[in-house]
């Protein structure tokens, strides 16, 4: 596609649900990243993978996250269990090839939890 | 610990003055250092890409300077507009792929 898209783009969920958020990057970039951001935060690395690889989820808060790529391309950061603390904006971003720096981002998916 | 430090308060200038954003870090040491907008609601967007062995690097109005003696990094807009109002983030290369955001800065330039 043009750009790094996500969806949905806004979800309400009650605690103690689950929420899968999609990402779908630029057609044939490599690399995939996930953030999260808070309100008046810069992001927050949580993963990355190379093709369908992850090669660190170093950035994962806890078990109850969790985010796959299974054929190199579209990539679901899955949350398991809400809880209200993990309201936030969580942003995907893509690049070209490997450790080439510049990172496109998509408009991110608004996660609210009641 | 790792740190990354932008400007805390917004900074707020006159249309046609030099904006000047300042990121200083400590705990890295990175290849590269990379300077993003983000506009509000809005996903952050690439601006310039300086590497460690760079002084300064320009693109248009837009200059960045990087220190790695003083782990420090400057942005500069010259003859700023108002469309130049947003958040900047400072990003730093760590682990050779992954970046790590500062909190940004808000600009606000008032005609």
């Known amino acids: 596609g043009a750009g790094v898209s996500q969806s949905p783009r806004y979800k309400v969920t009650k605690r103690g649900q ?70 936030a904006m969580y942003r995907c971003a893509s690049t070209q090839g490997q450790n080439t720096g510049e990172l496109f981002f998509g408009e991110g998916s608004r996660l609210t939890v009641l | 610990s790792q740190k990354i430090e932008q400007n805390s308060e917004a900074l707020n200038i006159q249309e046609g003055k030099t904006a000047t954003l300042t990121c200083n870090y400590t705990n890295y040491s990175p290849a590269y250092l ?45 003859a700023s507009q108002p469309a130049d109002s947003a958040t900047y983030l400072c990003a730093l290369e760590t682990s050779g792929y992954a970046l790590n955001f500062g909190k940004g800065t808000s600009l606000l330039v008032t005609p």
């Open chain 1, 18 to 87: 689950d929420v899968a958020l999609r990402c779908d990057p630029i057609s044939g970039h490599v690399s995939l990243y996930w953030y999260r951001q808070a309100l008046g935060q810069g992001p927050e690395f949580l993963t990355y993978f190379n093709y369908e690889a992850q090669q660190d989820k170093s950035g994962l808060p806890n078990d109850r996250f969790s985010a796959e790529r299974p054929e190199g391309s579209i990539s679901t950061l899955t949350i398991q269990r809400t809880e209200q603390r993990d309201s």
């Open chain 2, 34 to 78: 990379q300077w993003y907008r983000q506009d509000p609601g809005r996903g952050p967007v690439f601006l310039l890409l300086i590497r460690e062995n760079e002084k300064e690097k320009r693109k248009e109005r837009l200059k960045v300077t990087f220190d790695t003696t003083l782990k420090q990094s400057l942005f500069h807009i010259t």
